[in-house]
């Protein structure tokens, strides 16, 4: 009788240390699944501070003005349009010149040579 009662007990305790090993894997895994869920909240938040940075540049009276010059090429009441030759557009003016020596040589003839 003593035995049974003791197996018995072994087989109720075995279950309870199995329940209580699966609730800490759920809850690991819940915790995992929060984490996750956490991180993409994070960046669903940087995606509508930049849409909401973005609404506020939209909703400018500037923005509107400059796309309907550039898309609609549309203007003010007086403007008129400046036409400027490609070949003007493709000088570059001021261009320095490119210095192609090593830059070990650069230093040797800035403390050497001065």
């Known amino acids: 009788m003593k035995k049974v009662i003791f197996v018995a007990i072994v087989i109720a305790l075995l279950l309870i240390i199995n329940g209580l090993f699966r609730s800490i894997l759920d809850i690991w895994h819940k915790q995992d699944l929060l984490t996750q869920t956490q991180k993409k909240l994070e960046l669903e938040k940087q995606v509508n501070q930049k849409f909401r940075a973005q609404l506020s540049l939209v909703g400018s009276k500037e923005f509107v003005e400059e796309e309907a010059r550039n898309k609609l090429f ?27 020596r090593p830059n070990w040589k650069k230093w040797l003839d800035l403390f050497i040579k001065n």
């Open 74 to 100: 549309m203007g003010l009441p007086g403007e008129q349009p400046v036409i400027i030759p490609q070949n003007l557009l493709n000088i570059k003016e001021n261009k320095k010149p490119v210095d192609l």
